[in-house]
T-cell receptor
Framework: GAVVSQHPSRVICKSGTSVKIECRSLDFQATTMFWYRQFPKQSLMLMATSNEGSKATYEQGVEKDKFLINHASLTLSTLTVTSAHPEDSSFYIC????????????FGEGSRLTVL | KNQVEQSPQSLIILEGKNCTLQCNYTVSPFSNLRWYKQDTGRGPVSLTIMTFSENTKSNGRYTATLDADTKQSSLHITASQLSDSASYICVVSASNDYKLSFGAGTTVTVRA
């Protein structure tokens, strides 16, 4: 089946630093990728929709200057958490939509960010 | 208000027993409904995806039903196993913009 890879799976950083998370669709092209944030025991919260070759669409309340999204190719989207603070600690998950009549969606394994 | 409501929020069942999870939605116009299984600390994995014309779809011991008239779906787990312990998320897609609406999930705990 289709695979979406996220890297890194875990990252610990100091407050004030920036962290980049990569999301790759390994065996299909994804013109649209999605980034989510998930707090413990809560469901996924959509942060932004990433479209290849254009600017990302952010959900209400998500700071676009804080969470930079780049979708430079049909198989890669990146999320950069800039000037990270402890409250940014969370589980970040990406998903990629496979083109087709149902637009099947595949999720990455997630990236656990801990900001000290 | 969330357009996808799941119930129960959590449940505990004994190994070998069956259980049913519910998903009610108000998303319109409807495109498809998906059930995902998410193990703790992992990304969600697709179980089933159902379009308007499909009433039932099975994936091993998982059987999903869809009633597009009443806008309800269920996920039935048969002969539960310890590995079924996870969060089950219902996701509904609108046909006009393919925007996805997520349910809050049902946490299932299977005990020996």
């Amino acid at each position: 089946g289709a695979v979406v890879s996220q890297h890194p799976s875990r990252v610990i950083c100091k407050s004030g630093t920036s962290v980049k998370i990569e999301c790759r669709s390994l065996d299909f092209q994804a013109t649209t990728m999605f980034w989510y944030r998930q707090f413990p025991k809560q469901s996924l919260m959509l942060m932004a929709t990433s479209n290849e070759g254009s600017k990302a669409t952010y959900e209400q309340g998500v700071e676009k200057d804080k969470f930079l999204i780049n979708h430079a190719s049909l198989t890669l989207s990146t999320l950069t958490v800039t000037s990270a603070h402890p409250e940014d600690s969370s589980f970040y998950i990406c998903s990629a939509r496979r083109q087709g009549s149902t637009g099947e969606l595949f999720f990455g394994e997630g990236s656990r960010l801990t900001v000290l | 208000k969330n357009q996808v409501e799941q119930s129960p929020q959590s449940l505990i069942i004994l190994e070998g027993k069956n259980c049913t999870l519910q998903c009610n939605y108000t998303v319109s116009p409807f495109s498809n409904l998906r059930w995902y299984k998410q193990d703790t600390g992992r990304g969600p994995v697709s179980l089933t995806i159902m379009t308007f014309s499909e009433n039932t779809k099975s994936n091993g011991r998982y059987t999903a039903t869809l009633d597009a008239d009443t806008k309800q779906s269920s996920l039935h787990i048969t002969a539960s196993q310890l590995s079924d312990s996870a969060s089950y998320i219902c996701v509904v897609s609108a046909s006009n913009d393919y925007k996805l609406s997520f349910g809050a999930g049902t946490t299932v705990t299977v005990r020996a």
